[in-house]
């Protein structure tokens, strides 16, 4: 057992809640897994669940298990419990499942709107472990916290107060989300203590084709060539692609380049693996990597997650892959506990990719991201409220969560789905709720998008309703798992979209006509150049047209005219107010620079808040009508908000430094999209960096990649040279050497934000 | 003062417009309706006393559950099961005068812990001088939410040992919805001796004849019944909520007579497929409805009922005369291992068996008339399956035959023919004349087959018909050998 395992186990037998922040592969599954064992083995009646976000993790835990228990040759049933369930195996793990490993949809939905038929379960359970805590986070992670209140609630009924334990991939807060998650105080286990071999870690820009545009070489192309590479030298290697498009792409490249074949490294011995492969074919790929058949693996982030592959050679990511966290979890993948092995991050052209790859000293010196949730977002909060009346009556005085329960239940009353009588509020609806509340969206109300390439029409995604007007107007191109569709037909009424495949070379752009309007003013400081402040926001926005914009040149090829009403939200902001020393950025340069930093801070704020780009958003106005003066506004795009730009509150100076670097360190002359280009002003570079000067963002960093360090990050010729071959020491141009780091971790543990 | 007794000014109390009064409980009062109903007394057209009179143990197991959960269902029992154990774990003592009729109006349809059973309606047939002597109908209702506890104890009170549950569709919902209601009170479910879900009997019984098997269907389509005034089972939730919200009782009366009524209809309806299963010849009923009591009554190990209800299902479904004497009724069966007579072929080899010639089948036959004749030969070879599985040789070669004999005769018959005298009577040639005469109608499109299924009997005839002429050149082959 290593060291943080047995600590981990200690603290949970003395009885508190532990979050374990571990590496992939330094085998944090036992944290659990034996505690949980112990208490079934000392009293058979003991129960516990499992929560992975996917379905496929509670088919490897399961495996796991089972492996385990026949070691033990004890009488433990384990089952999944998840919408794959037949209905006659319900009935038994109902009544007798020792431990239940589930996914919180089905949590929501199946489990806790039917406690009684739990009973057993509830009025033993000893433990509730949630494994990839990271995943948590935003939306997800906020109906999470409601989730578990509901499930603590249900707990306090049947008389069982359950420990909760909890495992993470290298966050920056992993005890304050955990808190946060299940609102009780949690410890934090962080070093591992797992040995670890050397292990080089590769930054790699692809050369600039067109400056003016910002565009390199596709990261695909070169990540191909690496990876080929290194399966004609016999390694073991794991490609990461960002979509599933790319997966498919990059799959049947290093088939072809592999197909002449070196020793071992025929074109079968290479295996693509994403979300849509069957689990059984699923599982066979994962045994082949394991015993060594299979010599490559071509996957999207579904192998990032604590599927057990064993550890591989070499890793290739294509793209960065959207945080910290999620590129420790994919370089964690190679890395023999003993031996050397090497990661390899490919950048793209995106900004984010970008600074990363610009920053390295970022990457590996400073903390990872921030988990960030929301629980007491009022829409959230509501939906599980209903959820929670509908599983038991709600005492008055009672409270979910927040001081103001007995408000929010009174509205309920109003709206007439509780009735309130002799103290207490019951649920007084013929719906089910659970099933009006998605766990992966804000709102309730949703568009769906129906595919109707084939005869039989089937559902394929959903958008939530602030994003239909910006992502299924009509005539929209719509991504989904990397296919292209367009949209045919939007019943606004009916909240349908129709959609039919397609294979076009351009992507659609909406513009958004934005009124955004300061409702209150929760806090303000000042910084230099100006003043920030943070508070609610109501957001009108009108989609007004559509570009269309083609793929790599970003040439506009075309566009039309959007008709649909105008949403209004309201939901969190932060906003940055510029001082008198801004008016010595000229009238006439002031919009775009302003549209510059907007761009920017939209891009850089997801490195430093864990969440996708698309989660937040800017606005920027010269003269703003309420702070009076130009004022740029970052506001989280779901209503009420998560969080995300109430920290940007907080962590204004860095945001900024590092807007500051990316532009900067952009090789383009006067801005492209990697750096100020968005939002439909013509970028000014140049304007942008002064502004950026006068709010502070001055000074070269503690590590600036000028300095000389970590120099394969502005590695620009092609790594990959005729003839050249990595089994000896020459191949490997210069590297960054992580191996005896690992992640950083554990700089702010505990309780920071309380 | 308690909310919940609180009365509105201006609108009826519930108490004011139905007969009721309160039940004291150790959680309060619970308010109760109560009728009591002669046994002679007609529920759409049937006196509710006919119930006592129902072969309940039958019933049961075509319809139950036993107490634990375990279904009945003999769809997925095993063979061996039906052969042997037709009604296996029910108690032995069971009368009809234990049912307790029940039925839930309830504030949704979603389930769960949410829902809330407001009306529980309960009816029984009361014992005096360990006679039944009447049908007692009580109704609970729920006021408002803080009366649930009471309703469920008087309901915990009422119920006596021994008592077996019937309800329409209560299986899957009206139960473990009162199951779940008393383990949020806190308090213990009684057990059932068994559950007899009336739903699950007209399923088996009347899908076929009636379409869907709502019970407002069922009722018009079975027994005529029609309701003047009834409220929509979809609007009483919203009923409820607004007697909840307004205190106004107006629209109550006739909530509590839906349910009224849904428990008489179901003791018709209940006493009506019991009357069938126990006579099911004696019913004035057609191919479909037969069919299905036969069906079940083989299941349930009624072999010779079974037989004959499908024998008649086919004869009802027959065109006037043309009744083939292999589909006479047989009731009490011939000894069933007495080998076939008729035209069976001796111990000679070479034979010329009575086939039928082939004409080319007229397979577009339209119309009722058409649609008779497809309901007939499925019967038909339902038939044979069961008299197979049944291994009652003699009959089912006599059935098989005279399928040949028809206008337009069918491949399956030839080969059940070909499969019976390979391996059951071990005449190899006679077998293959079979097997040769089906390729002969094959070839001549008589047997009513598109292509695909032409092209799929062909090929597995001719590997039949191989290895029939394999097995016959290997037993002449073989005196040569033991010569050798």
Known sequence: ?754 | MPEAEARSEFWPAVEDLVPGKFEPTPMGRAFAVETVLPLEEQAAGVPLGGFLQVPIHLLTAACGSLPGGASLRFLGATRAERATAPLPGLPGDLSPSQAVFLDTETTGLAGGTGTLAFLVGLGWFEPCDGQPSAFVLRQYFVRDYPEEPAVLAALTRLWRPGWLLVTFNGLRFDWPLLETRWALNRMRPPSPAGHLDVLRAARRLWRGRVGSCALSNLEAALLGLRREVDVPSYLIPSLYFDYLRRRDASALPAVFAHNRQDILTMVALATLAGRRLQAPLAADTDATELAALGRTLLALGRHEEGLACLRAAIRACSPEGEGSHGLRPRLPAPTPASEPRGFGPSASTTRTLPLPTPARSDAGATGACGRADGLRRRLVAELGWALKRLGRWAEAVELWQSRLGQARPELEAFVELAKYWEHRAGDLEAARQLVLGALKHLEAGALGLDAGQEAAARRALGQRLARLERRLGRLQAAPLHRAG
């Open chain 1, 1 to 754: 057992m290593y060291s943080h395992q047995a600590r981990a186990i200690d603290l949970v037998l003395k009885g508190h809640n532990v979050v374990a922040v571990t590496p992939t592969a330094s085998g944090k599954t036992l944290c659990y897994n034996l505690p949980v064992l112990q208490a079934v083995l000392d009293d058979p009646a003991a129960r516990a669940i499992y929560l992975f976000p996917t379905k496929a993790l509670s088919q490897d835990q399961l495996a796991e298990l089972h492996g385990l228990i026949d070691v033990l040759g004890a009488d433990i049933k384990t089952h999944t419990y998840d919408g794959d369930t037949p209905a006659a195996a319900r009935r038994a793990i109902r009544a007798a499942g020792h431990i239940v490993i589930t996914n919180p949809d089905m949590l929501h939905t199946g489990i806790l709107p039917h406690h009684t038929k739990w009973m057993k379960l509830f009025e033993n359970l000893r433990y509730v472990v949630i494994d990839e805590l990271h995943h948590y986070r935003g939306v997800f992670g906020s109906h999470l916290a409601n989730l578990i209140r509901r499930l603590k609630r249900v707990c306090r009924f049947y008389g069982s107060n359950p420990r909760f334990i909890l495992c993470s991939a290298t966050i920056a807060n992993p005890g304050e989300l955990a808190e946060g998650l299940i609102g009780e105080k949690v410890e934090v286990v962080a070093e591992s203590g797992a040995p670890r071999g050397e292990k080089h870690f590769i930054f790699y820009n692809p050369p600039v084709l067109n400056a003016r545009l910002g565009i390199r070489r596709s990261c695909l192309l070169d990540a191909k060539a690496l990876a080929a590479m290194f399966l004609r030298q016999g390694i073991q290697t794991i490609v990461f692609g960002r979509t599933r498009l790319a997966v498919e792409v990059l799959l049947s490249y290093l088939r072809e380049a592999c197909g002449a074949g070196g020793p071992g490294a025929g074109p079968e011995c290479v295996r693509g693996y994403r979300g849509g492969y069957l689990p059984l074919q699923r599982r066979e790929i994962e045994r082949g990597l394991k015993s060594g058949e299979v010599r490559g693996v071509v996957s999207t982030n579904a192998l990032e997650l604590g599927i057990d592959i064993g550890q591989l050679d070499a890793c290739v990511m294509a793209g960065y892959p959207g945080t910290v966290a999620s590129t420790w979890q994919q370089a964690g993948r190679a890395g023999r506990r003993s031996g050397t092995s090497v990661a390899i991050l490919v950048a793209s052209s995106s900004p984010l990719d970008q600074y990363i790859i610009n920053h390295p000293d970022y990457f590996f010196g400073l903390s990872p991201e921030h988990g960030l949730i929301n629980p007491n977002n009022r829409y959230i909060l509501l939906s599980h409220l209903k959820c929670a009346a509908f599983e038991l009556p709600f005492e008055e005085g009672e409270l979910f969560g927040v001081a103001t329960t007995d408000e929010a239940l009174r509205y309920l009353e109003e709206q007439g789905v509780l009735r309130r009588t002799q103290g207490r509020f019951y649920w007084a609806s013929e719906s089910f709720p659970a099933e009006d509340v998605s766990l992966r969206s804000a709102s309730t109300d949703n568009f769906v998008v129906i595919d109707c390439t084939r005869p039989e029409p089937r559902v394929i995604g959903e958008v939530d309703r602030f994003s239909a007007p910006m992502l299924i107007h009509e005539e929209a191109i719509y991504l989904h798992e990397g296919e292209q569709y367009q949209v045919e037909r939007l019943d606004y009424e009916e909240k349908k979209a129709y959609v039919r495949r397609v294979d076009v070379d351009y992507y659609t752009d909406a513009s958004l006509a934005v009124n955004l309007k300061v409702l209150t003013q929760a806090d303000r400081a000042p910084v230099p150049g100006g003043e920030r402040f943070r508070g609610e926001v109501q957001v009108n926005a009108l989609a007004t047209i559509f570009k269309k914009i083609r793929f790599h040149t970003h040439e506009n090829v075309g566009w039309g005219r959007i008709h649909l009403p105008e949403q209004e939200m309201h939901t969190t902001a932060y906003w940055l107010a510029l001082g008198p020393e801004a008016d010595r950025i000229h009238p006439s340069e002031l919009q775009s620079a302003l549209a510059g930093l907007a761009n920017l801070m939209v891009n850089v704020a997801p490195i430093l808040l864990m969440c996708d780009p698309r989660d937040i958003r800017a606005v920027s106005h010269t003269r703003c009508p309420f702070t009076g003066r130009p004022t740029v506004y970052v506001y989280d795009a779901c209503p009420g908000g998560v969080g995300l730009s109430e920290r940007l509150f907080e962590l204004h100076p860095d945001v900024l430094q590092m807007a500051r670097d990316l532009v900067r360190d952009c090789p383009c002359p006067d801005g492209c999209p990697s750096c100020t280009l968005g939002g439909g002003e013509e970028p000014n570079k140049s304007a942008t960096l002064r502004l950026l000067e006068i709010l502070g963002a001055a000074g070269p960093r503690a590590h600036s990649p000028e300095s000389g360090a970590l120099t394969a990050a502005r590695q620009e010729t092609p790594l990959v040279r005729a003839g050249g071959g990595v089994g000896g020491n020459g191949g490997v141009p210069a590297s960054a050497s992580a191996e005896e780091e690992g992640p950083p971790v554990g700089r702010s543990p505990g309780h920071a934000g309380g």
